[in-house]
């Protein structure tokens, strides 16, 4: 047999033990080793700045307002892979759940608990891993197959606030046969305790739920279900059902084959809240007044079940990206549809990839679909659709992603990806790339603005300190050096041969550099006018003046 080669990729995203095992016989996901330090020794939270307090919660009189909680979501991918031929026999993609630095300190029980749960979801796909590469090859050379094995993971964060954290993890698998699976589980958390929530411990009757949701699924799934339901759900227990929160109500997935044949996919009910008061605990509807949440995972994003009238009637919601004419691998445009009501939009949008599709309502009251899809040269950019009263109006464009950054384990050969979680609509970071004086990725602080569209507060777009470019001086300069705050203080002298780290920049005319060996900052100001384009202000070329520049593209 050859030599079986593990090749980390930073790609996507997880799945708990039980889904993979579900699944393909097989567990699930891997942590990075060390991952207290992973996680906070590369300050994948540069400390967020106090901007926005507007989200808090109608409650009652003696309730605590709920607060929200930020994530971030950790994904690696494993290959097993020919070294001669390149041929690939199994890959597995998998993600993991963390809590963010500033509120691992607000709610260390809850942080603890989920990195217990990556720890021992670790384990098992380390196991997993070299079980299914083993079985892959096998296959591979029995049934002459070209077809890779393969697992691919996810986690959305559902809700995300001082009082719940739920995550809906995604698997979708292929270990031979005619088509693969694919599947929902859910995970759900005492924010304040850390422990993890059985459905009794949110419910009130089991007896009660399921006869809430039995008409539920005939209504709406009358032509697919093939079993009795009633006889069907007399057999489960609290442990049997698929469920996460979300901040307006409880959502059950039935997976393929649960209740209906493969082909009819899976089935999804919504229990409000407000509508269904004496099945739920006390307390369980306090949730952020602001908040955004994830379509399920696929292909094509799956119907979201949602109020967008507030007037305690469920409507269902889809997003659609429509091919290019004649194109199976591009996009142009995208449907949105809520209940019977189709909206064509987006025409002059092209893009290969659709990255995410949120729901988010913001404090003011908008309910809006936030998207972001991939283009040319791997550039991200989104889109905002305004859903408020049951109408789709276009609400602008926005530039970048939500922040990710790296990290490399070198003594434990892993290669990491860390993303934010969108959750929050009041503070979220997103990324962009950034193109004075090289390309590199840069982030700033975000909220939703009043018109729909994420806004900052930051005068200047932040380099991350692990990825951004360092540049060597060609000979001796006098730069203009600036303060913490860009006030401009007086000329600095630096010899050939100095190394200046981009740290910020306005994305636009300047960037600030961090002088290396005194920690002292210089801006460089690029000349805009067409007479001196690309040139400093002073009238230096950027390329005579500097090694190491480099652009995209």
């Given at each position: 047999?050859?030599?079986?080669?593990?090749?980390?990729?930073?790609?996507?995203?997880?799945?708990?033990?039980?889904?993979?095992?579900?699944?393909?016989?097989?567990?699930?996901?891997?942590?990075?080793?060390?991952?207290?330090?992973?996680?906070?020794?590369?300050?994948?939270?540069?400390?967020?700045?106090?901007?926005?307090?507007?989200?808090?919660?109608?409650?009652?009189?003696?309730?605590?307002?709920?607060?929200?909680?930020h994530a971030l979501v950790s994904s690696t991918s494993l290959w097993d892979t020919d070294p001669d031929t390149w041929k690939t026999y199994y890959s597995m993609n998998t993600a993991y759940v963390y809590l963010q630095d500033e509120d691992a300190e607000t709610y260390p029980e809850l942080a603890e608990a989920l990195s217990s749960m990556a720890a021992e979801m670790s384990t098992k796909n380390d196991d997993a891993f070299l079980s299914m590469s083993t079985e892959a090859r096998q296959?591979?050379?029995?049934?002459?197959?070209?077809?890779?094995?393969?697992?691919?993971?996810?986690?959305?964060?559902?809700?995300?606030?001082?009082?719940?954290?739920?995550?809906?993890?995604?698997?979708?698998?292929?270990?031979?046969?005619?088509?693969?699976?694919?599947?929902?589980?859910?995970?759900?958390?005492?924010?304040?305790?850390?422990?993890?929530?059985?459905?009794?411990?949110?419910?009130?009757?089991?007896?009660?739920?399921?006869?809430?949701?039995?008409?539920?699924?005939?209504?709406?799934?009358?032509?697919?279900?093939?079993?009795?339901?009633?006889?069907?759900?007399?057999?489960?227990?609290?442990?049997?059902?698929?469920?996460?929160?979300?901040?307006?109500?409880?959502?059950?997935?039935?997976?393929?084959?649960?209740?209906?044949?493969?082909?009819?996919?899976?089935?999804?009910?919504?229990?409000?809240?407000?509508?269904?008061?004496?099945?739920?605990?006390?307390?369980?509807?306090?949730?952020?007044?602001?908040?955004?949440?994830?379509?399920?995972?696929?292909?094509?994003?799956?119907?979201?079940?949602?109020?967008?009238?507030?007037?305690?009637?469920?409507?269902?919601?889809?997003?659609?990206?429509?091919?290019?004419?004649?194109?199976?691998?591009?996009?142009?445009?995208?449907?949105?549809?809520?209940?019977?009501?189709?909206?064509?939009?987006?025409?002059?949008?092209?893009?290969?990839?659709?990255?995410?599709?949120?729901?988010?309502?913001?404090?003011?009251?908008?309910?809006?679909?936030?998207?972001?899809?991939?283009?040319?040269?791997?550039?991200?950019?989104?889109?905002?659709?305004?859903?408020?009263?049951?109408?789709?109006?276009?609400?602008?464009?926005?530039?970048?992603?939500?922040?990710?950054?790296?990290?490399?384990?070198?003594?434990?050969?892993?290669?990491?990806?860390?993303?934010?979680?969108?959750?929050?609509?009041?503070?979220?970071?997103?990324?962009?790339?950034?193109?004075?004086?090289?390309?590199?990725?840069?982030?700033?602080?975000?909220?939703?603005?009043?018109?729909?569209?994420?806004?900052?507060?930051?005068?200047?777009?932040?380099?991350?300190?692990?990825?951004?470019?360092?540049?060597?001086?060609?000979?001796?300069?006098?730069?203009?050096?600036?303060?913490?705050?860009?006030?401009?203080?007086?000329?600095?002298?630096?010899?050939?041969?100095?190394?200046?780290?981009?740290?910020?920049?306005?994305?636009?005319?300047?960037?600030?550099?961090?002088?290396?060996?005194?920690?002292?900052?210089?801006?460089?100001?690029?000349?805009?006018?067409?007479?001196?384009w690309g040139m400093t202000t002073d009238g230096e070329d950027p390329y005579e003046l500097f090694d190491d520049m480099m652009y995209a593209g």
């Open positions: 047999m050859k030599k079986m080669i593990r090749t980390k990729l930073p790609l996507s995203l997880l799945l708990a033990a039980a889904l993979i095992a579900a699944a393909s016989g097989t567990a699930a996901a891997k942590t990075p080793a060390k991952q207290d330090s992973a996680a906070s020794a590369k300050g994948f939270a540069a400390t967020w700045k106090d901007k926005l307090n507007t989200r808090q919660t109608e409650a009652e009189p003696e309730a605590e307002p709920a607060a929200p909680v296959f591979a050379d029995e049934s002459g197959q070209g077809i890779p094995f393969s697992s691919v993971d996810k986690a959305d964060i559902m809700r995300a606030d001082s009082n719940y954290f739920s995550i809906r993890f995604y698997n979708e698998s292929y270990s031979g046969g005619a088509h693969g699976y694919y599947m929902n589980a859910g995970c759900t958390f005492d924010t304040k305790t850390g422990k993890e929530l059985a459905l009794t411990d949110v419910v009130t009757d089991l007896d009660d739920l399921k006869a809430a949701i039995i008409p539920l699924l005939e209504e709406k799934y009358k032509e697919e279900i093939m079993v009795d339901l009633k006889k069907q759900f007399k057999e489960y227990d609290a442990d049997s059902f698929c469920w996460w929160l979300t901040p307006y109500g409880m959502e059950l997935c039935f997976n393929p084959y649960e209740l209906a044949a493969y082909a009819s996919g899976q089935q999804f009910v919504l229990l409000p809240y407000g509508k269904y008061p004496k099945l739920f605990t006390e307390g369980i509807e306090n949730a952020c007044e602001a908040y955004a949440v994830p379509f399920n995972t696929g292909y094509i994003p799956g119907p979201m079940d949602y109020d967008v009238r507030h007037d305690g009637k469920m409507n269902v919601i889809q997003f659609i990206p429509r091919y290019m004419e004649g194109s199976y691998s591009e996009y142009q445009g995208y449907t949105v549809r809520i209940d019977d009501r189709t909206f064509e939009m987006g025409e002059d949008d092209y893009y290969y990839n659709l990255d995410s599709v949120h729901l988010v309502h913001t404090a003011a009251g908008k309910d809006l679909l936030w998207f972001v899809m991939q283009t040319d040269n791997d550039y991200h950019y989104g889109k905002a659709v305004d859903i408020t009263g049951g109408n789709a109006k276009d609400a602008g464009t926005f530039y970048g992603s939500y922040y990710s950054s790296f990290f490399d384990d070198a003594e434990n050969e892993q290669f990491w990806t860390f993303s934010d979680a969108l959750t929050d609509p009041g503070k979220f970071r997103m990324l962009t790339i950034g193109d004075v004086l090289s390309t590199y990725a840069v982030w700033q602080d975000c909220y939703a603005g009043v018109g729909g569209l994420p806004e900052s507060e930051d005068l200047f777009y932040y380099t991350n300190p692990d990825s951004a470019p360092t540049l060597k001086l060609k000979k001796n300069y006098e730069a203009q050096e600036v303060n913490e705050a860009g006030k401009k203080l007086g000329k600095l002298k630096l010899k050939a041969g100095t190394e200046l780290t981009i740290e910020r920049t306005d994305n636009k005319d300047f960037a600030d550099l961090r002088v290396a060996g005194n920690g002292r900052l210089v801006r460089i100001t690029l000349d805009r006018s067409d007479e001196h």
